[in-house]
């Protein structure tokens, strides 16, 4: 073949598969992607209004207090409840 001339594309023959001209792999979206997708819109939609986020709280613990045993969910939500809204009942009448 000299340089400058093209050549006729042959047409694939229809009963032979076509290979994906992609990357392979690259448009495939793991459920692990979309797991931690979703935990971070969480965490930051937590932020936003207020909520509590239990497994930041755990990474705070192991990270600041590794001598001692984290609260369990109940405790930990029990306990964000009295620091928001104080002790006691919280209704006006």
Do not use: N
Not at 23 to 42: D, H, K, N, P, Q
């Amino acid at each position: 073949m000299r340089w400058g001339t093209r050549t006729e594309k042959q047409e694939p023959d229809a009963k032979t598969p076509r290979k994906c001209e992609c990357r392979e792999g690259s448009l495939r979206v793991t459920a692990e992607a979309i797991r931690s997708g979703t935990a971070r819109v969480l965490r930051v939609v937590r932020e936003v209004v207020g909520a509590p986020d239990y497994e930041r709280y755990l990474e705070h613990h192991a990270r600041c207090h590794p001598g001692a045993a984290p609260l369990d969910p109940r405790a930990f939500y029990a306990e964000f409840v009295t620091r928001r809204f104080g002790p006691g009942p919280t209704r006006c009448c």
